[in-house]
Nanobody, 116 residues
Framework: EVQLVESGGGVVQAGGSLRLSCAASGFTFDDYAIGWFRQAPGKEREGVSC????????LYADTVKGRFTISRDNAKPTVYLQMNSLKPEDTAVYYCNVRVNLHNYWGQGTQVTVSS
């Protein structure tokens, strides 16, 4: 079965950095784009970043562009989200996502808390 497992979250002060990991299994990792989403308390889930399967192209939400970097290691297989210059507004549960056969699969999420 498709499985995604996030890790790397924690508590950090504003301006600090964290690197999230999403370990994937149960599908041909190289064939699929992977995305990161987040959900803050009391707010809807929003897209953060995604990376393509083929040419390595990336997309970022305007709120994180220039601070976050998504990457992937197809040999592991794992997707990473390097988060720098963190702000309190980045506080959320972060989820990775893959769409396989028109179905969205999500990990369990990892909590990121940025203190002011």
């Amino acid at each position: 079965e498709v499985q995604l497992v996030e890790s790397g979250g924690g508590v950090v002060q504003a301006g600090g950095s964290l690197r999230l990991s999403c370990a994937a299994s149960g599908f041909t990792f190289d064939d699929y784009a992977i995305g990161w989403f987040r959900q803050a308390p009391g707010k809807e889930r929003e897209g953060v970043s995604c990376i393509s399967s083929s040419d390595g192209s990336t997309l970022y939400a305007d709120t994180v562009k220039g601070r976050f970097t998504i990457s992937r290691d197809n040999a592991k297989p794992t997707v990473y989200l390097q988060m720098n210059s963190l702000k309190p507004e980045d506080t959320a549960v972060y989820y990775c996502n893959v769409r396989v056969n028109l179905h969205n699969y999500w990990g369990q999420g990892t909590q990121v808390t940025v203190s002011s």
